[in-house]
């Protein structure tokens, strides 16, 4: 059990890290049109991957947690992120920030999703 949750917090504290690194912006951000789309892509997928190993920590404890519980608490993790990211002087603008947050509840839906496909118990 402890494994799950061991794995959920350190790959969330890395992601958290690394959306702190003006490198990794610089390396994730190729020129040209796609680059929002790119690394919006990249934070959805993100999102899903700390959502899936957090609802295997709570699937491991013996609770099952459904899609909106995911999706909710994974956009809350998104908005811990704006929050570090402004204080870390990241100025993008309440739109943006809101456009993270809505990633973070897609990739959190998008674990549910996943989980729901992988695990033996359903969700709710």
Not at 42 to 54: E, I, T
């Amino acid at each position: 059990m402890w494994l799950w949750w061991a794995a959920t917090a350190i790959v969330a504290t890395a992601l958290l890290l690394l959306s702190l690194s003006d490198t990794v912006y610089e390396l994730t951000s190729p020129p040209g049109p796609l680059q929002i789309l790119l690394r919006k892509a990249y934070s959805v997928g993100a999102f899903a991957l700390v959502g899936y190993l957090y609802g295997r920590s709570w699937q491991a404890s013996g609770r099952v947690r459904g899609w909106l519980y995911l999706a909710l608490s994974i956009a809350g993790y998104s908005t811990l992120i704006e929050i570090v990211q402004a204080i870390d002087q990241s100025h993008e603008g309440l739109a943006w920030n809101a456009v993270d947050v809505a990633c973070g509840f897609i990739g959190g839906a998008l674990a549910g999703w996943i989980y729901s496909l992988t695990s033996s118990r359903p969700p709710p």
